[in-house]
């Protein structure tokens, strides 16, 4: 074939290997260009000349040098960078975000979007609009706001303390019972006949009646024991110690109750103590006098998104029995029928919630003419799932309600799923798209056309769409970019071969010259 095919062949591996440069060269350049990916050339060789046949028959060949038989692209998944901004979107996994440049739609896996005048959400870098799953154009509404939406149920939950006395309260009940041969007391059983009392009162003996009353005034006064006295009798000497302001009553288990007449006070104090000058004696220290008080606040919603401060007040009424009473400032409104209350609270022995009377309130709130029904919700009988009665800590609170005040738009969110929410300052949310992401069977087969943008051809076939985290496309990170998947070291050990490869096809040429230049020189 004489030394032209060295000539040629030569000529053909300058021609690659400046392509390889090329592609390496444009890797590089790209190597900070969120969400590019890199190209990779691959060579093979011409057809080779058979010049002969071999004397066991095998073909003598001679290459003709060689070209480059594709130039694929790497879809590897690129690093993702944080950007914080929430429209700055990447996608980990596989698809494509879809843009429509007015006649047809172009894929990215770049989410750089921002807003353009009309408030439509576009591709930074060529304003292209973004397409949603049902393929409509994505609008922010910036300008929209939320309504105020009143009141009507609100969900209790948390724990009230079993165990959690103060010896100030609104309601007071003995710690322990009063028992007659182990059985509990009632108003008709006689004092001596009390297992607490060790020694029998006589006439004449005095038990202490102490304590404050709901204001926080002092009582101090004596009770003088007649015989045949009942419980009933001191009760009475109670009653008239604490008269105007609170009332002594015996429940079925046999214990004390002092309650404030009027609600809304921790001041009330209750003990009693034998004279130290008694005959008979009983031992009141093993009945001292405690109550509990929890407080907590909710804000109620009107009719027309007003918000208002609402306390909430658990008063122990005995053991596994709880009121809960409602107020506000007068300058909110006030409670239809003057009912603010909702009473039987009651718990089951494990803690667990019982039952109640009616749960609902009547609001009347000023400038609103209907009143407002707002049912608590306390949580199902014999469940944990409301309101507890366990030893500890109490929490009990509103912990959510169905009403809101007026709000406008705050900012915007896009979850891993690809839903874009409105978000508003009163605490709401809004769906307003969902982005759509495309695959394809033979990503190689996808056109680049700049401004990192893909266009479908018929070799990479028709685009698949489907929602983000569905199947196999990949979830959306929001506040991110995908980052180019250029590797550095790898490229420039490219290089370093492409240079060679180079330099070794420009020798081939160089030396053919030089051997043709020596036949040249035969006829002289």
């Known amino acids: 074939m004489g030394l032209g095919g060295a000539l040629y062949s030569g000529v053909s591996g300058i021609r690659a290997h400046q392509n390889m440069l090329d592609i390496i060269g444009n890797n590089l350049a790209n190597i900070n260009t969120y969400g590019y990916k890199s190209s990779r050339l691959l060579f093979s060789d011409l057809l080779s000349q058979t010049i002969a046949i071999g004397s066991n028959g095998n073909p003598m060949q001679v290459g003709k040098g060689v070209k480059f038989s594709s130039i694929t692209t790497d879809f590897q998944q690129g690093n993702l960078e944080g950007t914080n901004n929430p429209l700055d979107l990447g996608i980990q996994g596989d698809g494509f975000f879809v843009v429509n440049g007015g006649s047809k739609d172009y894929f990215t896996r770049v989410g750089t979007f921002s807003t353009d005048i009309n408030n439509y959400l576009v591709d930074s870098n060529t304003g292209f609009k973004v397409l949603d799953v049902n393929s409509n154009e994505i609008t922010i509404p910036y300008d929209s706001s939320v309504s105020g939406n009143a009141t009507t149920k609100a969900y ?40 607490s009392n060790s020694t029998d009162y006589v006439a004449g003996d005095t038990i202490l009646i102490t304590g404050t009353k709901s204001d926080g005034t002092a009582v101090s006064t004596t009770y003088t024991y007649a015989a045949s006295d009942t419980v009933a009798t001191l009760i009475a000497a109670i009653n008239t110690a604490f008269s105007g302001d609170a009332t002594a009553s015996l429940d079925s288990s046999g214990k004390l109750i002092l309650k404030a007449d009027t609600s809304g006070n921790d001041k009330l104090s209750l003990t009693l103590a034998d004279n130290g000058s008694n005959t008979g004696k009983s031992t009141w220290t093993d009945h001292t006098f405690g109550g509990s008080t929890y407080s907590s606040s909710v804000n109620i919603f009107d009719s027309q998104g007003t918000q208002h401060t609402v306390s909430l007040r658990f008063t122990k009424q005995m053991d596994n029995e709880w009121d809960l009473t409602a107020s506000m400032d007068s300058k909110d409104g006030t409670f239809a029928s003057s009912d603010n209350t909702i009473t039987g609270l009651t718990f089951n022995d494990d803690g667990t919630f019982s039952t109640s009377g009616d749960t609902t309130l009547q609001f009347s709130f000023n400038g609103i003419s209907t009143t407002q029904s707002v049912i ?24 959510s309600s169905d009403g809101y005040k007026y709000g406008t738009f705050d900012t915007v969110s896009i979850d891993k799923n690809g839903i874009i929410k409105a978000l508003y300052t009163n605490g709401k949310t809004k769906d307003i798209a969902t982005l759509k992401l495309a695959l394809f069977n033979n990503l190689n087969g996808l056109t680049k056309v700049g401004d990192n943008l893909y266009e479908q051809t018929s ?9 983000p985290n569905s199947g196999r496309a990949g979830s959306i990170a929001s506040g991110y970019l995908e980052g180019s998947n250029v590797d550095m070291a790898t490229e420039l050990t490219s290089l370093i071969t492409a240079q060679r490869g180079f330099q070794l096809n420009t020798k081939v040429i160089t030396t053919a010259d030089e051997i043709l230049a020596e036949v040249v020189n035969l006829k002289r």
């Open 156 to 195: 209790i939950t948390g724990n009230l303390g079993a165990d959690n006395l103060n010896s100030e309260a609104e309601v007071l009940m003995m710690s322990n019972a009063l028992t007659s041969s182990s059985t509990a007391a009632t108003t008709a059983t006689a004092l001596n006949s009390l297992d």
């Open 459 to 467: 070799a990479s076939g028709e685009a698949i769409y489907m929602n």
């Open 376 to 399: 608590f919700d306390l949580g199902v009988s014999g469940k944990t799932n409301g309101l507890t009665q366990n030893g500890g800590k109490s929490t009990a609170a509103v912990t």
